[in-house]
């Protein structure tokens, strides 16, 4: 089974940086992709950087050129380094390990912006 555990959310203001941490903990899963999902209050949660196996790279439009997702493959660790923050990033951020088998969830870090 994959455990997934995310850090590094916080306070910061408009124009500031922050880097969230993803670790994926089990072996032999057969990982297919990692990614960041936000959700804000009353809206869906919506996927904000992918990063498959092979290292192809999906952002959304919203955070192309602001938000940089990579990678510890050995450590099965996933980065979101987050520039430029906006007001309206702030929401709560989860990891997502996709595998073979199945899927797992972070439990969130939740990440603020203020004007």
């Known amino acids: 089974q994959v455990q997934v555990v995310e850090s590094g959310g916080g306070l910061v203001q408009a124009g500031g940086s922050l880097r969230l941490s993803c670790a994926a903990s089990?072996?032999?899963?057969?990982?297919?992709?990692m990614a960041w999902y936000r959700q804000a209050p009353g809206k869906e949660r919506e996927m904000v950087a992918l990063?498959?196996?092979?290292?192809?790279?999906i952002y959304a439009d919203s955070v192309k050129e602001r938000f940089t997702i990579s990678r510890d493959s050995p450590k099965n660790t996933v980065y979101l380094q987050m520039n430029s923050l906006k007001p309206e990033d702030t929401a709560a951020y989860y990891c997502?390990?996709?595998?073979?088998?199945?899927?797992?969830w972070g439990q969130g870090t939740q990440v603020t912006v203020s004007s």
């Open positions: 997502n390990v996709r595998y073979i088998s199945g899927s797992a």
């Open positions: 089990g072996s032999g899963f057969g990982l297919i992709h």
């Open positions: 990063i498959f196996s092979g290292g192809s790279l």
